[in-house]
Structures are given as structure tokens and as C-alpha cells.
């Protein structure tokens, strides 16, 4: 089945969405703050959550925009763009991750879907 929207529809809704501030963030933000985590700071990486006495960061990963193998359904238009993107996304995640630990930080990736399961 196509999308119902129209290429303008679909590139506004598409454009609404949130990479700061997301619901999976804020629902994970009281707990993490008890815990001694910093929401969002600016460091390397940008991570959702940091604590830098114990030099551990921690991302919210979402299900589509990072690919994951349980959840992620490919649009059934533009496939070749929205493949691409969600690709480079999860090399950078991989360079990220990759980076912070050689510098050593503890990193942690949590699924939306795992937050999702909280509730």
C-alpha cells in the first residue's frame, strides 16, 4: 500500500519530528537524573544522558530512525533516501560508540522499544 499522504504532507509530518526532547527521552529523564545523569549535555556525540564523574554515557535510540533489527519497517516510498539516511545513522552511532570508548566512557544504548515496555 502507498502512502495516503501527498510528497508535501509526507516531507512536513516528516519534518516535525523531533530528534531532542523525544517522549522515550523524557520518560527515562527522572530516572536517570537520581541516578546522576546529566540530560542532554554538549559533549562529543551529543548523548541523551551523561554522567561524568563515572564517565558513562547513554543514548535513546529510535526504532526507525536507528535501524533496529526488531522494529525497523523500510518506507514503502522513497526506499532508496530513507535507506540510505537510516544507514549512515547506524555507522555514526557506530563511530560514536566507537570514539567514546577509546576515550574511555562507558556507553549504553537503550531502544525505544525496551522504554516503551516500562510503562
Known sequence: MGDTLT???RSYCMSR???????PE???????????FVYQPKMYGS???ANKKLKIVVFVDGCFWHGCRKHFKAPQTNKVF????INKNIDRDKE???TLKRKGWG?????EH??????
Do not use: C, E, H, Y
Open 7 to 9: 510528497k508535501a504532507q
Open 96 to 98: 560514536i560508540s566507537r
Open 114 to 119: 525496551n522504554l516503551t515496555k516500562l510503562k
Open 47 to 49: 548523548p541523551d544522558f
Open 82 to 85: 530513507w535507506l540510505n539516511k
Open 17 to 23: 519530528i523531533r530528534s531532542r526532547n523525544t517522549k
Open 26 to 36: 523524557i520518560q527515562l529523564k527522572p530516572t536517570m537524573k537520581t541516578l546522576g
Open 107 to 111: 556507553v549504553i544504548r537503550v531502544w
